[in-house]
């Protein structure tokens, strides 16, 4: 607020209160006039604490409008990302991505906590870093993965219990997170979603290795919640994860094939990405050169609107096969 103006208005107030001191008024005949200085007083007091209540309210006021201005941006960013998902341009694709992702972070600025910001946030740098970034700058993905992964954890620690909890061994945070139900959902997904796309391309640092356990017990969550969640995509992570590790570290390819065979079950065979981190992961495990090249070929080969509204992840995961097929002879 200005100063100055505060300043002025207060001055203005005081002397208003001494006119209105100084009016003689007529009673009876009589003129007669209230000179009291503890009347004064307490009228300047009383202008006072009006003038100060009242630029209380305009700025809760703002404060009020701020709130609803960053609430209906968030909404209509949300609303318009099929608009995004059905691009298939590339460059435009990530121009417009890039530009929502700190439109996102100027409004958390205006308003911390926001759970609906923070979880398109978390969403926003996963699709980033997997779709645009890893494939040439994996080290750049490594810090958008985590940038993801502590937006949705914010959304997490909202709950006190999971901030206390967390630190502790893992038997008893397995039990608590029994006790999240759908409304943490989507946090514990994108949590564990970037967590765990760190740790795969972080798999020679000691702490990628340390932190997977709680991970793999987010996603458990998701999946016991609901398996179906975006596209199937914790058993996308347990069949990338389980194939990728080897056995001394809990690597386990029957179980990872059987995690992609009911990710591609459930979205019809549709969500081509799933072939690709199929093909990267479990057919160069058991260096088995006809899936790995039947998979890819199916991806590059399918219809670019296989999966109506998303055409964007589509030609997401043609680039990907593609690039893949290129390193065929260096796999096998």
Not at 53 to 71: A, E, K, M, Q
């Amino acid at each position: 607020m200005n100063s100055y103006f505060e300043r002025s208005m207060l001055e203005k107030s005081i002397v208003n209160c001494a006119q209105i001191e100084r009016k003689v008024v007529k009673k009876r005949g009589v003129r007669w006039q209230h000179r009291s200085l503890t009347s004064m007083k307490l009228r300047a007091f009383f202008y006072l604490l009006f003038t100060v209540i009242f630029f209380t309210c305009l700025s809760l006021i703002g404060c009020s409008l701020t709130t609803i201005t960053v609430n209906t941006t968030a909404k209509m960013i949300k609303r318009g990302l099929p608009a995004l998902y059905e691009e298939a341009d590339l460059e435009v694709a990530e121009t417009a991505l890039v530009s929502n992702l700190k439109l996102l972070e100027v409004l958390l600025k205006n308003d911390p906590g926001n759970t609906s910001i923070l979880l398109l946030l978390a969403q926003g740098y996963n699709a980033y870093a997997l779709g645009f970034v890893e494939d040439d700058e994996p080290e750049r993905a490594r810090y958008f993965y985590l940038k993801g992964r502590d937006f949705a954890l914010e959304v997490l620690n909202s709950n006190q219990k999971f901030q206390k909890i967390f630190p502790k061994p893992l038997a008893e945070f397995d039990a608590f997170l029994l006790t999240l139900d759908e409304k943490y959902l989507e946090a514990l997904f994108w949590c564990a979603g970037n967590w765990g796309n760190w740790i795969m391309l972080s798999l020679d640092d000691p702490r990628a290795i340390f932190e997977l356990a709680k991970v793999e017990a987010m996603m458990s969550r998701v999946l016991e919640l609901d398996e179906t969640y975006y596209f199937a995509g914790a058993h996308l992570f347990f069949g990338s994860l389980l194939a990728a590790r080897p056995a001394m570290f809990g690597g386990k390819p029957d179980l990872a094939q059987q995690h992609f065979e009911k990710a591609l079950t459930l979205t019809d065979h549709k969500f081509l990405l799933t072939k690709v981190y199929y093909a990267r992961f479990y057919a160069v495990r058991l260096l088995d050169e006809e899936l790995f090249t039947r998979l890819l070929t199916d991806v590059i080969e399918a219809d670019v609107n296989i999966l109506p509204h998303y055409t964007l992840i589509t030609t997401i995961a043609k680039k990907k096969a593609q690039l893949w097929l290129t390193k065929k002879e260096d796999l096998f």
